[in-house]
């Protein structure tokens, strides 16, 4: 026993018998405390950085649909009866269900996740009727995505040059951004 008690004074300096090899209590909490603090710092840049990632998207997708109304416009001389459902269904011809085709609205994003934005495509004219009613004119469109994310940015495209968004989404109009917008 004497042997055995020297090889380990040799080794670790000091006398330690065989359940002297765990953590401490305070080990274990500096450790949970630090992992605490990384937490902390690190949810608030993933959901900052997912907030970006879903107005990419957005500001992608009315990119997308201002290139196919001109290109509507185009073939017909006009944005009249454009609607943007054969842009939405799936690889055998189904209407995906994330587009509302009878208000043309698109819920964002496409892979039927949780809803961040909401996407409507109107005729620019008095009223903002749909560009498939018999009743628009088809001069103008206007693009308006308002996000379900009061932390994040409202957007709006329009046939006239408007490109604007803003946080405060009941600012956002069909002919405008309002109040603390900014040009995206």
Same mark, same amino acid.
């Given at each position: &026993?004497?042997?055995?008690?020297?090889? &380990?004074?040799? @080794?670790?300096?000091?006398?330690?018998?065989?359940?002297? %090899?765990? =953590?401490?209590?305070? @080990?274990? &909490?500096?450790?949970?405390?630090?992992?605490?603090?990384?937490?902390?710092?690190?949810?608030?840049?993933?959901?900052? %950085? #997912?907030?970006? !990632? %879903?107005?990419?998207?957005?500001?992608?997708? $009315?990119? *997308?649909? !201002?290139?196919?109304?001109?290109?509507?416009?185009?073939?017909?001389?006009?944005?009249?009866?454009?609607?943007?459902? =054969?842009?939405? *269904?799936?690889?055998?011809?189904?209407?995906?269900?994330?587009?509302?085709?009878?208000?043309?609205?698109?819920?964002?994003?496409?892979? +039927?996740?949780?809803?961040?934005?909401?996407?409507?495509?109107?005729?620019? #004219? @008095?009223?903002?009727?749909?560009? $498939?009613?018999? #009743?628009?004119?088809?001069? +103008?469109?206007?693009? *308006?995505?308002?996000?379900?994310?009061?932390?994040?940015?409202?957007?709006?495209?329009?046939?006239?040059?408007?490109? /604007?968004?803003?946080?405060? *989404?009941?600012?956002?109009? =069909?002919?405008? /951004?309002?109040?603390?917008?900014?040009?995206?």
């Amino acid at each position: &026993m004497q042997k055995r008690v020297d090889i &380990m004074k040799k @080794e670790t300096g000091k006398i330690r018998s065989h359940h002297g %090899y765990g =953590f401490t209590l305070i @080990e274990l &909490m500096v450790t949970v405390a630090i992992v605490a603090i990384f937490a902390a710092i690190a949810f608030p840049s993933y959901q900052a %950085y #997912t907030r970006k !990632a %879903y107005a990419a998207q957005t500001q992608q997708e $009315i990119q *997308k649909l !201002a290139e196919q109304l001109e290109r509507h416009k185009a073939r017909n001389f006009n944005y009249k009866g454009f609607d943007a459902s =054969f842009l939405y *269904k799936d690889a055998s011809g189904v209407l995906i269900s994330n587009f509302n085709k009878n208000k043309q609205e698109l819920s964002l994003p496409v892979d +039927g996740s949780s809803t961040k934005y909401i996407l409507s495509i109107v005729d620019q #004219t @008095e009223g903002n009727p749909l560009l $498939i009613n018999s #009743t628009s004119l088809g001069q +103008g469109w206007a693009i *308006k995505a308002l996000s379900t994310d009061d932390k994040n940015d409202s957007f709006l495209k329009t046939s006239n040059g408007i490109q /604007c968004k803003n946080k405060t *989404k009941a600012n956002i109009t =069909f002919s405008g /951004c309002g109040v603390g917008s900014e040009i995206w």
